[in-house]
Structure formats: C-alpha cells, structure tokens
C-alpha cells in the first residue's frame, strides 16, 4: 500500500509490556522513527532504526524491524502511566527528504 | 535550551483574512519543515526547507505559502484561509535533515479558520 498503516487503539494494563506495530510502504526507506506525542503537545523523536538493523534497544524500548515484510514495531516493557501517549511511526523513503507518518496509535493505560 | 516556539498557539480567524503563523528555531539547524494533524489522517507535511532560501512543497502545500530568508525563522503563510485549512499546525527542525535524530518540534498552533 501507499499508506504508513497502524492501529489505531491500544490498550494496556500498567505493568505489561505495549507492543504497537506498524507497515510502511517502502522496503528501500533507509530510516524508521517511532514519536511520542503526549497530549497537548508536539511530537517527541522516540527512537529509530537503521534500514541496515534488525533490532535495537535502549532501556525500556525495543524496535524490531522485518524489512522483508516492512514491519516496524516498538515494545514498551513495564508499561506506566507516563507512557499514554499518541504513538507514530515514520519512514523515510530511499533517496528522498521526506518524513512520511502513519496516522498514529493511541496507547491507553489500564490501572 | 533548545526549542522550537511557534506563534500564535491559538488563532480563530475568518475566510479569505491573510495570516501569518511564525516557527523560530535556536539550536542553528539546517532543515524545518511544517506539518497538518489532522484526526485520522495523522501528520501531512506541507512543506520543508532544507536551508536558507530553499523551500519544497510537501504532501499537501496548496494554500500555504512559506519563506526561509534566515536560518532560524520558517513562517507559514495562509494568504487566503478557507475552513477546510482548520487544523493543528507544527513546525519542526533538524540539524541536517528528515535524516537527523536530533530533530525537534514545536507545541503547535491551533487554527480554526471560520
């Protein structure tokens, strides 16, 4: 497709590991990025991952990457309050200066 | 610190009354760029530039105009606003481009166009 695609809706209960995946649309596009937009505010640079990696990890957050199937996703471990947030992901296209989001997964604590 | 402010955060205006919303920078980055969120299509660009007096259209560039004369100022210009402009507006930068992890975005203005 031509779409970044997500879900839109997760909800997950505090403590629990999030997993919020993702398709993007080109399995050339060099550079991947997951953002955080918490309410009422801009959008936050999370992490991102090289075309060139499987994985990558930096403290409670681990990116996977299937280049095969051009899904991207980002697990949150021990999942907390602070991290109800609006979720994007994004691609870069090979050879190209734009930024391309999905539409954003809302992620929804449960006490 | 290093910010991107953008004003106004809030802005009702009518059809057809040219308006200006201002994107300032303070951390010498290369690439800005201005984006549309709007509910259930996420975040559209609208258009970037790469460095002073260069501009590209983005996704959806019709009915915005923007200039790029300084390095740390990106303002976006609506010369003739109509109610289908109604959005959430952020302006973000880069030290040298969408390909930068150090990338940085305002808190965004909200326009709603009457």
């Known amino acids: 497709g031509e779409d970044v695609e997500q879900s839109l809706f997760l909800s997950v209960r505090e403590g629990d590991s999030s997993v919020i995946n993702c398709t993007y649309t080109?399995?050339?596009?060099?550079?991947l990025y997951w953002y955080k937009q918490e309410p009422g505010a801009g959008l936050q640079l999370l992490t991102y991952?090289?075309?060139?990696?499987d994985m990558k990890q930096d403290q409670r957050l681990t990116v996977l990457l299937n280049k095969k199937d051009k899904h991207l996703s980002l697990r949150i471990a021990d999942t907390q309050t602070g991290d109800s947030a609006i979720y994007f992901c994004?691609?870069?296209?090979?050879?190209?200066?734009?930024?391309?989001f999905g539409k954003g997964t809302r992620l929804h604590i449960l006490p | 610190e290093a910010q991107v402010t953008q004003n106004p955060r809030y802005l009702i205006t009518v059809t057809g009354k040219k308006l200006t919303v201002t994107c300032s920078q303070n951390?010498?980055?290369?690439?800005m760029s201005w984006y549309r969120q709007d509910p259930g299509l996420g975040l559209r660009q609208i258009y970037y530039?790469?460095?002073?007096?260069?501009?590209d259209k983005g996704d959806v560039p019709e009915g915005y105009k923007v200039s790029r004369k300084e390095k740390r100022n990106f303002p976006l210009i609506l010369e003739s606003p109509s109610p289908n402009q109604t959005s959430l507006y952020f302006c973000?930068?880069?030290?040298?481009?969408?390909?930068?992890?150090?990338?940085?975005f305002g808190p965004g203005t909200r326009l709603t166009v009457t």
């Open positions: 080109d399995s050339s596009s060099t550079y």
């Open positions: 973000a930068s880069s030290l040298t481009g969408p390909y930068s992890y150090e990338q940085y």
């Open positions: 951390m010498n980055h290369e690439y």
């Open positions: 994004a691609e870069i296209k090979n050879r190209d200066d734009k930024i391309i």
């Open positions: 991952i090289f075309s060139n990696m």
């Open positions: 530039s790469m460095n002073v007096e260069v501009t």
